[in-house]
């Protein structure tokens, strides 16, 4: 029980809880050894209401954003590649067209995606363009009051099986570090549109990514208003790095929890292995830094919740948090030793999976720049 929970919460956490436990879990090994689009899976979160925790009501659910980190955290305990795929659809997929889509584009997308029955995406990164997000070529022109998107992007999450893209693209000439972008839907079908096949990946496999390009494809609408995807993106990366980080902290649990059975389980020396004080240091290492993870993401979840600035925590949660998932994974496949290294056990998929988290919602490298810009601002 963590008493700093409201029943509400507390209530939503033992929901998840209960779906990656007894839903995810059993399925994850299989995902990753034949990695397809979770349907099933990511069709639960939306009837658990996964999809529409942190959108105002009417039609989202208007719950903090505490509540929608403690039910990612547990879907991350379940499979961190279907929690990458739920949580892409849950905040980058649906945020902008939720945020700006009006009238019968609205009605026809807004309440599907927060079902889970429309999958969207976010295209941001090129090949040529990744931490460095502001210099990319992908650009906009409008054409007889509709907008042309041209341009190459890679690594786009769960593109194989999306139905609407939300893409970010140059519509002025500008040579200032950050050019001029907007934000356009275009949807599955639209002219021009191409998926490329799922790129092979070291970890969460069945969180499919591809590439996408655009060959003078018209968008249903652009997203906000011109010019304006600089500071849109620049509100909505705190929220992709408190996910992140609340990513880090299930998969670590994970972790954290299958070395410790094992490790009194396993008998070497006449006694389990967690009597000896080498392994019993790694599991106090492991436990204090889950929860150091956690208060951090607490303490910039709950900034978030009063409406106050949080670019700066959110960093911070996200660098500590990914940072010490994949520590402790290492931690947990030492701990385990052969069988840490054994397909046959989850420990060697967690850390390779976990190793996702310190790339998604931007690199440590940037983060460290980000924070200490902050600090000598
Ligand atoms: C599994 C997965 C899913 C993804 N899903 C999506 C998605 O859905 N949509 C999307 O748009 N993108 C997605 N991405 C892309 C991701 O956001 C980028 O990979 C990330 O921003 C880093 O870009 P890069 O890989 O090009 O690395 P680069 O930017 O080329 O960085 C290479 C190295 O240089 C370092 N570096 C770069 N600049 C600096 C600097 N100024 N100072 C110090 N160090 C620096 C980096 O930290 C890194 O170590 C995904 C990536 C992965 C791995």
Not at 92 to 114: E, I, K, N
Not at 304 to 322: R, T
Request: proline fraction near 3%.
């Amino acid at each position: 029980m963590d008493f700093t929970l409201t029943d509400e919460q507390q209530a939503i956490r033992e929901l998840f809880q209960s779906f990656a436990t007894k839903e995810i879990r059993p399925v994850a090994a299989e995902l990753d050894t034949e990695p397809r689009f979770p349907g099933e899976l990511f069709a639960r979160a939306g009837e658990l209401g996964f999809f529409a925790m942190r959108y105002p009501e009417p039609e989202g659910a208007g719950l903090d954003v505490q509540s929608f980190l403690i039910a990612t955290e547990e879907l991350a305990y379940g499979s961190l590649a279907v929690a990458a795929c739920c949580t892409m659809q849950a905040l980058m997929g649906s945020h902008f067209v939720q945020a700006f889509c009006t009238g019968d584009v609205r009605d026809r997308l807004v309440p599907a995606a927060l079902a889970g029955e429309v999958r969207g995406t976010i295209c941001m990164t090129e090949p040529d363009s990744g931490s460095d997000l502001f210099s990319m070529k992908t650009s906009a022109r409008e054409v007889e009051g509709t907008w042309r998107v041209t341009g190459q992007k890679t690594w786009i999450t769960s593109a194989p099986f999306a139905d609407m893209f939300t893409v970010f693209a140059r519509t002025g000439d500008s040579d200032s570090e950050e050019r001029e972008l907007s934000v356009f839907l275009v949807e599955r079908g639209a002219a021009g549109l191409t998926v490329g096949r799922a790129i092979e990946k070291m970890g969460v496999k069945a969180s499919l990514t591809s590439e996408v390009s655009f060959e003078d494809t018209p968008a249903t609408c652009m997203l906000g208003e011109l010019g304006q995807g600089v500071p849109y993106l620049r509100r909505i990366l705190a929220d992709i790095r408190l996910m992140t980080a609340a990513l880090s902290i299930g998969v670590a649990r994970a972790a954290l929890d299958d070395a410790l059975a094992y490790s009194k389980e396993r008998v070497q020396f006449g006694k389990p292995i967690c009597r000896f004080q080498s392994i019993q240091a790694h599991l106090a290492e492991m436990r204090t830094d889950l929860e150091a993870a956690r208060r951090l993401v607490q303490w910039a979840a709950w900034r978030s919740d009063q409406g106050m600035e949080n670019a700066d925590e959110a960093s911070m949660a996200k660098l500590f948090a990914s940072e010490k998932a994949v520590h402790t994974c290492d931690l947990a496949a030492r701990i385990l030793a052969s069988y840490g290294y054994a397909s046959e056990y989850p420990v060697e998929r967690y850390l390779r999976d976990a190793r996702f988290l310190l790339i998604g919602g931007g690199t440590s490298e940037i983060l460290k720049l980000n924070i200490a810009r902050g600090m000598t601002r």
